[in-house]
Protein backbone atom coordinates (compact mmCIF):
# COMPACT_ATOMS: atom_id res chain seq x y z
CA UNK A 1 0.00 0.00 0.00
CA UNK A 2 1.94 3.45 -0.89
CA UNK A 3 2.22 6.58 1.76
CA UNK A 4 -0.97 8.25 -0.35
CA UNK A 5 -3.35 5.22 -0.07
CA UNK A 6 -2.65 4.55 3.36
CA UNK A 7 -3.40 8.18 3.90
CA UNK A 8 -6.59 8.36 2.26
CA UNK A 9 -7.96 5.83 4.26
CA UNK A 10 -7.21 7.57 7.38
CA UNK A 11 -8.92 10.71 6.19
CA UNK A 12 -11.71 9.09 4.91
CA UNK A 13 -12.58 5.51 6.45
CA UNK A 14 -14.97 2.82 4.31
CA UNK A 15 -18.50 2.41 4.86
CA UNK A 16 -21.25 3.45 7.07
CA UNK A 17 -18.35 4.69 9.69
CA UNK A 18 -16.68 7.05 7.14
CA UNK A 19 -20.03 9.03 6.17
CA UNK A 20 -21.36 9.15 9.81
CA UNK A 21 -18.11 10.03 11.57
CA UNK A 22 -17.47 13.62 10.16
CA UNK A 23 -21.01 14.48 10.90
CA UNK A 24 -20.56 13.34 14.65
CA UNK A 25 -17.31 15.22 14.62
CA UNK A 26 -19.04 18.61 13.79
CA UNK A 27 -21.75 17.98 16.64
CA UNK A 28 -18.77 17.17 18.79
CA UNK A 29 -16.43 20.14 17.45
CA UNK A 30 -19.37 22.65 17.90
CA UNK A 31 -20.62 21.04 21.81
CA UNK A 32 -17.09 21.48 22.50
CA UNK A 33 -16.83 25.46 21.30
CA UNK A 34 -20.51 26.07 22.81
CA UNK A 35 -19.24 24.61 26.57
CA UNK A 36 -16.54 26.90 25.95
CA UNK A 37 -18.09 30.29 24.93
CA UNK A 38 -20.53 29.91 27.71
CA UNK A 39 -17.78 29.27 29.96
CA UNK A 40 -15.73 32.51 28.60
CA UNK A 41 -18.13 34.95 28.57
CA UNK A 42 -19.55 35.37 32.52
CA UNK A 43 -15.72 34.91 33.19
CA UNK A 44 -15.36 38.18 30.66
CA UNK A 45 -18.19 40.06 32.04
CA UNK A 46 -16.43 39.85 35.54
CA UNK A 47 -12.72 39.21 35.40
CA UNK A 48 -12.35 39.40 39.41
CA UNK A 49 -15.13 37.23 39.98
CA UNK A 50 -12.94 34.77 37.41
CA UNK A 51 -9.80 35.86 39.78
CA UNK A 52 -11.77 34.71 42.95
CA UNK A 53 -13.03 31.35 41.22
CA UNK A 54 -9.70 30.33 40.93
CA UNK A 55 -8.34 31.63 44.25
CA UNK A 56 -10.96 29.47 45.98
CA UNK A 57 -9.10 26.00 44.88
CA UNK A 58 -6.50 27.25 47.05
CA UNK A 59 -3.86 25.15 44.45
CA UNK A 60 -1.91 27.63 42.63
CA UNK A 61 0.62 30.22 44.17
CA UNK A 62 -0.84 33.42 44.91
CA UNK A 63 1.32 35.36 42.50
CA UNK A 64 -0.16 33.64 40.03
CA UNK A 65 -3.89 33.31 40.76
CA UNK A 66 -4.94 37.08 38.96
CA UNK A 67 -3.02 36.00 36.06
CA UNK A 68 -4.37 32.70 35.01
CA UNK A 69 -7.80 33.92 36.56
CA UNK A 70 -7.61 37.05 33.83
CA UNK A 71 -6.30 34.65 31.16
CA UNK A 72 -8.08 31.70 31.48
CA UNK A 73 -11.66 33.29 29.70
CA UNK A 74 -9.65 34.68 26.64
CA UNK A 75 -8.15 30.81 26.21
CA UNK A 76 -11.24 29.37 26.88
CA UNK A 77 -12.72 31.71 24.17
CA UNK A 78 -9.64 31.09 21.57
CA UNK A 79 -9.89 27.35 21.90
CA UNK A 80 -13.58 28.22 20.93
CA UNK A 81 -12.99 29.99 18.12
CA UNK A 82 -10.37 26.88 16.74
CA UNK A 83 -13.12 24.38 17.25
CA UNK A 84 -16.07 26.78 15.55
CA UNK A 85 -13.60 27.20 12.19
CA UNK A 86 -12.61 23.22 12.78
CA UNK A 87 -8.95 24.84 12.45
CA UNK A 88 -6.02 22.78 13.83
CA UNK A 89 -8.81 20.44 15.72
CA UNK A 90 -6.87 17.67 17.00
CA UNK A 91 -4.41 20.25 18.44
CA UNK A 92 -7.62 22.29 19.66
CA UNK A 93 -9.00 18.80 21.33
CA UNK A 94 -5.56 18.43 22.84
CA UNK A 95 -5.51 21.43 24.78
CA UNK A 96 -9.02 20.91 25.94
CA UNK A 97 -8.33 17.40 27.22
CA UNK A 98 -5.47 19.53 29.39
CA UNK A 99 -7.49 21.87 30.67
CA UNK A 100 -9.51 19.16 31.38
CA UNK A 101 -7.32 17.18 33.01
CA UNK A 102 -6.81 20.07 35.23
CA UNK A 103 -9.78 21.17 35.87
CA UNK A 104 -10.30 17.55 37.27
CA UNK A 105 -7.69 17.49 39.36
CA UNK A 106 -8.85 20.94 40.66
CA UNK A 107 -12.50 19.40 41.46
CA UNK A 108 -10.46 16.22 43.20
CA UNK A 109 -8.08 18.58 45.11
CA UNK A 110 -10.78 20.42 46.89
CA UNK A 111 -12.80 17.49 47.56
CA UNK A 112 -10.27 15.75 49.03
CA UNK A 113 -9.02 18.84 50.83
CA UNK A 114 -12.77 19.68 52.10
CA UNK A 115 -13.62 23.16 50.97
CA UNK A 116 -16.43 24.18 49.64
CA UNK A 117 -16.76 26.13 47.03
CA UNK A 118 -19.03 26.47 43.43
CA UNK A 119 -16.23 25.43 40.67
CA UNK A 120 -16.48 29.30 38.91
CA UNK A 121 -16.89 26.89 35.36
CA UNK A 122 -19.70 29.07 34.09
CA UNK A 123 -19.12 32.44 35.85
CA UNK A 124 -19.70 32.95 39.80
CA UNK A 125 -17.21 30.65 41.88
CA UNK A 126 -15.34 30.95 45.38
CA UNK A 127 -16.19 30.01 48.50
CA UNK A 128 -19.24 28.72 49.64
CA UNK A 129 -21.54 27.85 52.32
CA UNK A 130 -20.79 24.05 53.61
CA UNK A 131 -23.04 21.18 51.80
CA UNK A 132 -24.00 23.31 48.66
CA UNK A 133 -21.72 21.72 46.55
CA UNK A 134 -22.03 17.95 44.59
CA UNK A 135 -18.46 17.63 43.40
CA UNK A 136 -19.62 13.76 42.00
CA UNK A 137 -22.08 15.45 39.09
CA UNK A 138 -18.55 17.93 38.67
CA UNK A 139 -16.71 15.14 38.41
CA UNK A 140 -19.22 13.28 35.65
CA UNK A 141 -19.59 16.59 34.09
CA UNK A 142 -15.80 16.93 33.46
CA UNK A 143 -15.75 13.02 32.42
CA UNK A 144 -18.21 13.69 29.93
CA UNK A 145 -16.66 16.66 28.44
CA UNK A 146 -12.81 14.62 28.56
CA UNK A 147 -14.92 11.73 26.40
CA UNK A 148 -15.91 14.46 24.08
CA UNK A 149 -12.31 15.61 23.24
CA UNK A 150 -10.82 12.69 23.09
CA UNK A 151 -13.50 11.48 20.14
CA UNK A 152 -12.51 14.58 18.69
CA UNK A 153 -8.72 13.61 19.49
CA UNK A 154 -9.23 10.12 17.52
CA UNK A 155 -11.35 11.53 15.03
CA UNK A 156 -10.87 15.12 14.36
CA UNK A 157 -11.93 15.04 10.46
CA UNK A 158 -15.60 16.96 10.11
CA UNK A 159 -18.00 18.64 8.35
CA UNK A 160 -17.61 22.22 7.56
CA UNK A 161 -14.04 22.74 8.72
CA UNK A 162 -10.88 24.80 7.47
CA UNK A 163 -9.02 21.86 8.49
CA UNK A 164 -10.58 20.14 5.42
CA UNK A 165 -10.61 23.06 3.71
CA UNK A 166 -6.68 23.69 4.06
CA UNK A 167 -5.50 19.72 3.35
CA UNK A 168 -7.79 20.00 -0.08
CA UNK A 169 -5.36 23.11 -0.83
Not at 6 to 21: C, D, I, K, M, N
Not at 28 to 53: W, Y
Not at 98 to 109: C, E
Amino acid sequence: MSTETAEAAVEAPAGRWGTVQPWLSLIVRLGMAGILIAAAIPKLVDIPQSIRAVRAYRLLPEAVVPFVGTMLPFLELLLAIFLLAGLFTRLASLVWLLMMAGFLVSVIWVWVKGYSIDCGCFGGGGDVEEGTTNYPVHLAERLGFVAMGTYLAIWPRSRFSLDRWMRAA
